[in-house]
């Protein structure tokens, strides 16, 4: 495996595997190297480390995750896109912890995620060192102080039986046994350098059953600027605008983002990630798997896990894209997304002769990724990419969205997905339906 820099990555010999076990600080930064490259119809294989809590509870990571260094994508040039086939999600992590957050006034500047700061000493983005367990383990390095930015309100520990499929949260006894043995329990990556919120031994909910359905929070390719990793969409953007730090950006190089942090449950295994390719090799990375989550991810983290990821990768040639486009698996479309039936079909083209027309569209499912300020931007972000990816106003695609699917929450307050039926014609058009056909069967007969 070969670490290039992004203008030479294609230039090297293209690997047909990458494998991945190397974390960024936190930043995106499009004039680091990457991996690989990737040859187009590779694959990348990661191991990635836990997400939210951990890096929060590490001030020397500047992103609020703990993302892979970026492969290059052999042939990946800035306008086209990466399609994504997400073949394995696996989890690894024994038990993770979780919780709503509040920011430690006094830790930080501007933004707990990017510019942790000693409350006592004053270093900014210190190393910290552990001392036992709890709430006052992590400190700094340098002075001893607590250091940590961001504490939990309400918070719990949960286990996961071995094959992965149901968790249960703990009380306190089995939390504090986890917290001292919390490496191993997080299956933490070597190379990972995170505090594991583990160590807290949360309980606050306690004997709590869960399902497990993982997927990945951060999946994508690399920003034209430098972005902290969680950041690397609409709505975290908004924190970088005007920030009184060094990764601060103007409200116009927001369009730089490529939404890599979508936390969208759907960007599963089985599912086919579209992405932007706003730097020369695309540099996809990934990280932030959770091992479940409702939708909206209302209470702002959910249960971050270490796992394993296999992906393959394909270059779209002059799609150039925006943001992300999606195609789920196809239990997770919204019901009027899903791909009519033959036997509906029939219904329909009875019901159209009997008023004189003789045919009707044919359609497949598509899901335009949207981010935001807000959901009410986010929704239009969604909107607006629909229809320039498919040639039709913003008033058609509320309608098809309307008619033959729906707007879904992927992160509160402002990651959706604009999920409906599009013409067959419209998807060939762009060059997508083709996966159209693989995720859904043959929809253009």
Not at 246 to 256: F, G
Not at 326 to 331: D, S
Not at 392 to 416: D, K, L, Y
Request: charged share 15%; net charge negative; glycine share 12%.
């Amino acid at each position: 495996m070969t670490s290039p820099s992004p203008a030479t990555a294609t230039a090297t010999q293209a690997c047909e595997t990458v494998l991945v076990d190397q974390f960024t600080d936190g930043v995106l930064d499009p004039a680091k190297p990457m991996l690989g490259p990737v040859c187009d119809g590779g694959h990348i294989i990661a191991n990635t480390a836990p997400g939210c809590w951990g890096p929060m509870l590490t001030p020397c990571l500047r992103g609020g995750h703990e993302v892979t260094v970026p492969v290059a994508v052999e042939g990946a040039e800035v306008g086209d896109a990466i399609a994504v086939v997400i073949r394995d999600i696996t989890v690894t992590s024994l038990a993770t912890a979780s919780g709503t957050d509040s920011a430690m006034e006094g830790r930080f500047d501007g933004d707990p995620f990017v510019a942790a700061r000693c409350p006592e000493c004053g270093t900014l983005n210190p190393e910290t060192k552990l001392a036992g367990i709890g709430c006052g383990a992590i400190q700094c390095a340098n002075c001893g102080a607590e250091t940590t930015p961001f504490k939990i309100e309400n918070g719990y520990t949960i286990a996961f039986d071995e094959n992965r499929e149901v968790g249960v949260t703990l009380p306190g006894e089995a939390t504090e046994k986890i917290a001292r043995d919390a490496q191993r329990y997080a299956a933490m990556p070597k190379n990972s350098v995170q505090n594991s919120v583990l160590t807290l031994a949360q309980h606050d909910l306690v004997g709590m059953m869960a399902r497990l359905r993982p997927f990945m929070g951060q999946l994508g390719t690399t920003p034209s600027i430098p972005f902290p990793d969680s950041h690397n969409a609409g709505d975290f953007g908004q924190f970088l605008i005007g920030a009184p730090h060094d990764l601060a950006i103007t409200a116009e190089q927001l369009q730089h983002r490529t939404d890599g942090h979508m936390d969208i449950d759907a960007v599963r295994a089985g599912a086919i990630l579209i992405c932007p390719v706003k730097v020369p090799g695309g540099g996809i990375y990934m990280g932030d798997m959770h091992a479940l989550q409702g939708d909206g991810e209302i209470a702002g983290h959910t249960c971050d896990v270490a796992g394993t990821v296999t992906l393959q990768v394909h270059v779209l040639k002059g799609l150039n894209i925006d943001g992300p486009v999606l195609f789920p698996v196809g239990e997770d479309l919204p019901f009027l997304a899903k791909p009519f039936t033959k036997k509906e079909r029939a219904r329909a083209l009875v019901l159209a002769a009997s008023f004189g027309l003789d045919s009707i569209e044919k359609t497949a499912p598509i899901s335009v990724i949207g981010t935001g300020a807000d959901l009410n931007a986010a929704t239009d972000n969604g909107l607006e990419r629909a229809a320039t990816l498919l040639d039709m106003s913003v008033s058609e695609v509320r309608n098809r969205a309307t008619i033959n699917g729906g707007i879904e929450i992927g992160r509160h307050p402002g990651v959706v997905q604009v999920t409906f039926l599009a013409p067959v014609a419209s998807l060939e058009a762009c060059g997508l339906l083709h996966f159209a056909n693989v995720q859904y069967g043959p929809l253009s007969l």
